[in-house]
């Protein structure tokens, strides 16, 4: 519902952001990668997968990284807290390390005027209008190159190019000419 998300382009605030449950295929460890090359401090928002895969990757990858400082973990954030977080972000790194499906968190952060720099795999190539809302990358050295480019997309050209492809009546336009044959 992007009528409950923020654009807030002039409280933009110097961090990052990477808001995805954590596990190996999210990749949080090319965001630390990230936030160590650029100074930037990076926020880590989403619960620990409860798989034995996870809990491993969270203790040896990103548990070690965190120190409440330069990397930050939240369990879980929801509602005005998860809001905040998306606009005020200089950027939504998606590091993705498998073919995502669809990425919901890329939308919600472009969305709320937040640029998205994301491994080019996966949906990431569908959602991510290059310049526009954000960069596509192959890589940690590209990924950490695009992040000071951000500050240069219009956060309310952002916004806007996602809410008119995502908005709920955006979306149920689109449907209805699916389902009409055209």
Request: charged share 25%.
């Amino acid at each position: 519902d992007v009528d409950r998300l923020d654009v807030t382009p002039a409280e933009k605030e110097p961090y990052l952001l990477c808001l995805a449950r954590i596990c190996p295929d999210k990749g949080q460890h090319v965001a630390i990668e990230v936030a160590r090359r650029t100074g930037m401090r990076l926020v880590l928002a989403g619960k620990v997968e409860s798989t034995p895969q996870a809990i491993d990757y969270f203790e040896r990858h990103i548990a070690p990284a965190v120190d409440d400082k330069r990397v930050v973990h939240l369990h879980n954030v929801a509602g005005d807290e998860k809001a905040q977080l998306l606009s005020r972000a200089h950027a939504l790194l998606a590091p993705l390390q498998w073919e995502e499906p669809f990425g919901l968190a890329m939308v919600e952060a472009m969305a709320s005027g937040t640029p998205v720099i994301a491994m080019a795999r996966g949906a990431a190539p569908e959602l991510v209008i290059e310049g526009v809302t954000g960069f596509l990358v192959n890589d940690v050295d590209q990924m950490a190159y695009s992040v000071p480019l951000a500050a240069g997309l219009d956060p309310r050209l952002c916004a806007d190019a996602m809410r008119a492809r995502f908005s709920p009546s955006a979306m149920a336009q689109a449907y209805l000419r699916l389902y009409e044959g055209g």
